[in-house]
């Protein structure tokens, strides 16, 4: 570019950046953030709130200072409150909110501190806002609590609301005299006021972004323990909570010790609670110092496996990963929301597998992780781990499969690549250089160039800043007695040139369980595995043993009947396991019949004794079952399946398998003598031995009857709604009697999904799936395009992760042509903003597979 031209575009640039920032824009754009966080510094909130019982606001007090690099109108972020007086550095400011921000003018402002005083009153509603109420129907107690997360901070407060702008938190609250309130911090003191109030200060909190601060109130029980985490829970589920607590917080606290050592750097913060919340939208929020977790993730409502347990390990890891990765260190902006999820997700595998060496935990790392990876990487709406976001705005879309499934990944391929030591080793000098501050990506991947002394530069290039994964093949053919030749190749699975560095760990097996390994690292199209030459000639080859590598792995012509024919003799659990997930990717590439799968599954399940492969072989076949078969072909599998649920319910060894099998029944019933099994649970004419039947596994037998129109099922649901009026059973009821299968229910929940403000966002999720019953897809084909054209409303009122549940119910309870079309054409015609045309086409691919098998295996 001319030096003219180059020295116009520089100009026009400052002025718009310079109108960006003192104008009122959207949400906040990426730009203007950056403007922003070059101008500001040294923040500090003291926020002070009033709580009051039964209240649909609060009031709030907030004094703010920052120092300034120069005299000019600075935004703040507020929006759905209502702002009092505002004084700035002394001087009374008429300001108001302009489009979710406040300006503060220049002429009040000035270069150094300043000081901004402000009155505020903000929302507190059941659902669609930052501060949430619950009314626990128990006991008539109250809860109140947080969740900011990417940038709903500005929906309680004014702040400058976006992740690189870290401030220090002094918070105060007044609150009813028998509340507890927690927060990022300990309390400093605690005193009781007139009026049956007291006052709660908390120390300033280490520098942090906005959507970590957090708070929650309300009549709360501590269960303490000396030297772990203090567990805070709702006072009627206390009692409950006492023979939970001492696993959670025995995990927690060894979780501490090894991540405090692995990372080299102490527990960051001052203290560690967790706080059980009901009906939380996610599984948990790693507030600093301060995680909040779903209650019905640590409490279980359904009887647990040994896998359930293990899942609650995992969660109560990850939250607490995000106190270093996450909250010491934080991502400068949500387009590298994977370096805060990805790592969590991935130490919390690797500090369990550490914890629990006795357990399975990388085969579970598969099992858990990658399917969901795969299935939207494949898809056309897929992203790289690195997403554009330029407005934070639109950072709800940034969550999924490829930050919490692809990112760890990719990084368990990372570590495999560089060696455990240098990994860990970059990972520490990453943290020690961005302590307490804001990194990028690339900040990370020169952290581990420099310990290993290997360039990275292709590697993350590919994998982080390109979308899609390899398809890795093995070619291969035999002399008389051994292989002549093994070639490794890749393709693209979105056929748009891609070709990734590639490092895998290839499975020869021969007769009689006999196998040798050889590792391969390739770059190219395809390459040649000298180290194969002259070994003996395999029965069959798999290109992923031990699940190093990230990408799709599918059996050769010659391996895959070899693996049909033997994988029953296959003692290796892992490698079972990994098998058993490549004949389902041959399944959903329309290579394999749906039919195959399904046999092969009926042969083997009666004598698979591992607890977690049993569940995923379970579920994938009555998936299969149900989206690809006719009636007529499933009629010739689900009486047999039913039949062996029944059994193995009973008569299965393991506790935990007894358990999977009672689930398994719920999932293969449609015949009368499979209902009646159902019903006998309920009554107590049959019982799974050594097995209770918790709240939510009878809720979910009586949706079954519900939604598969059994003749005794209003009768059935009566009594349970009899048997069950606590809180929780209001909520699975209202699940429950979304699966009648009529038109006018569909009617009635739909209408209240998006006019009803007052409904719990966990009730409506938890009733989607009912409402999409797998038989009931002709009945609710005309909500799709409904549910689509709600979209934008969806994406403004709700947290993050309940759009893709949305998409996943309307999309995923479909299984015709026409529906596939509708979608198509919602597409073209209604033209989505960026973000949610991607997670529809991420979600759409699905229905795709299932029009495209039953095309090619009419049955």
Known sequence: MPRRLLALS???????STVAFASAPDGIPREFARQRAAALSDIRYHLSFQFEPASNTTAGHEELSFNLKSAQPVLLDYRDGALGAVHVNGADVAARIDNGH??????????????????????IAPAGKAITRFDDRDDGSEYIYTLFVPMDASMAF????????????QFEAIAPEDWTVIANSPSETVGSLAGGTRHWRFRETLPISTYLFAFA??????????????????????????????????????????????????????????????????????HAGATFLREESVLFRTAPTHTDLLGRDTLVLHELTHQWFGDLTTMRWFDDLWLKEGFAQYMAYQTLATLKPNEPIWKRFYETIKPAAYAIDVTKGTTPIYQDIPNLKDAKSAYGAIVYSKAPGVLKQLAFVL??????????????????????????????????????????DMWIRHRGMPQVDLGWSCGPQSLTRLMIRQQDVLNEGGIWPVATQVLLHYPGGKSRTLRVDFDSATADIPAAANQPCPDYLFANDQDYAYGRFLLDERSQPAVLSQLGAENDLFRRTLLWGSLWESVRVADLEPRKYIALAQKLLPDERDESLTASIVTRTAYAMHDWLSPSARSEFAPAFEALAADKMQHAPEHGLRIIWFRGLRGFAETPDGLAHLKQLLNGQLTVPGVQLRQLDRWNLVTTLIALNDPQAEAVFSAERQRDQSGEGRKYAYMAEAARPDAATKKKYFDDYLHNASRPEDWVEQSLGPFNWWNQSELTAPYLRPALDAL?????ERKIFFLLAWLNAFIGGQQSEASDKAVYDFLSTARPEPDLQLKILQVVDDLDRTVKIRKKFPN
């Open 10 to 16: 520089f100009f026009l640039q400052m002025a718009w």
């Open 102 to 123: 406040i300006e503060l003018p220049a002429e009040n402002l000035r270069a150094g501190r300043n000081s901004v005083l402000l009155d505020f009153t903000s929302n």
């Open 158 to 169: 004014p702040c400058f609301d976006q992740p690189d702008l870290k401030g220090r938190f």
């Open 217 to 286: 109130a309300g009549h709360f029980r501590a269960i303490e323990s000396k030297g772990q985490p203090t567990l805070y829970v709702r006072q009627s589920q206390y009692q409950r909570a006492l023979a939970e607590a001492p696993e959670v917080q025995q995990i927690a606290a060894s979780g501490i010790q090894y991540l405090s050592d692995f990372f080299a750097q102490p527990f960051p913060f001052p203290k560690y609670d967790m706080v059980l919340i009901p009906g939380f939208a996610y599984g948990g929020m790693e």
């Open 419 to 460: 060696g455990p030591d240098h990994f860990r080793d970059g990972l520490r000098l990453y943290l020690k250089e961005h302590f307490y501050a804001n990194a990028e990506w690339s900040d990370l991947v020169h952290s581990l160039e420099r310990v290993s002394g290997r360039s990275l530069a292709k590697w993350a």
């Open 792 to 796: 934008p409303q969806v994406k403004r």
